[in-house]
């Protein structure tokens, strides 16, 4: 069990990328967003969840109201708990960024593309004795993914960046030193979260 890193998780994405009060990104067709929820997302999980799905609600959330619905949208979601740790924030942070992530993922990891991750999925997932590999793997397919679309021309830079730090986030819980290239694309980055 990895109940310990979704506080790692959320902590590393709200502050290195997602800590933002309500904004809206040009060229985003997600729209109005804080702290990596767009109003979308939030709305329906509010009304899902029995709790105010309005826009004068969500404009008013700071970064920790976000905490709990992240549990229950991204991180159980994924069954990230059940899943080895490294994996699992992988997993989950790519979930939180795109819906087809545990599809992308059960195809890299050999199992029924379903996108529901279930006791194949997590046994599978359990099945790599070769953890950095599987780190680097999840990643490289997360970038791939990435590529596919079409705001990738606008947006693709921080995606990428963002998906090797998680990277270097999952090295770091699983005790193993981060690629020598992950710390080196890192270090060149801008300013400009890009």
């Given at each position: 069990m990895t109940t310990?890193?979704?506080?790692?998780?959320?902590?590393w994405m709200e502050q290195a990328f997602e800590g933002q009060s309500l904004?809206?990104?040009?060229?985003?067709?997600?729209?109005?967003t804080a702290f990596g929820w767009t109003y979308g997302t939030w709305e329906g999980f509010a009304k899902l969840h029995g709790l105010d799905p309005?826009?004068?609600h969500f404009a008013a959330m700071?970064?920790?109201?976000?905490k709990t619905p992240s549990r229950l949208a991204f991180w159980n979601a994924v069954k990230a708990d059940q899943l080895p740790a490294g994996v699992d924030v992988i997993w989950c942070d790519f979930q939180f960024g795109s819906y087809h992530a545990t599809e992308v993922l059960q195809g890299l990891i050999g199992v029924p593309a379903d996108n529901a991750v279930g006791n194949v999925t997590i046994n599978k997932a359990w099945s790599f004795n070769n953890k950095a590999k599987l780190l680097d793997d999840m990643t490289a397919a997360r970038k791939a993914y990435y590529q596919t679309?079409?705001?990738?021309?606008?947006?693709?830079r921080g995606w990428d960046r963002r998906a090797d730090e998680c990277m270097a986030l999952?090295?770091?819980?699983?005790?193993l030193s981060v690629p020598a290239p992950v710390v080196a694309a890192n270090q060149v980055t801008t300013g400009d979260g890009t």
């Open positions: 310990l890193n979704f506080p790692a998780w959320f902590d904004h809206t990104t040009p060229k985003d067709p997600g729209g109005a309005s826009f004068e700071q970064r920790d109201d976000f679309l079409t705001a990738y021309e606008d947006f693709g999952a090295y770091g819980i699983c005790k």
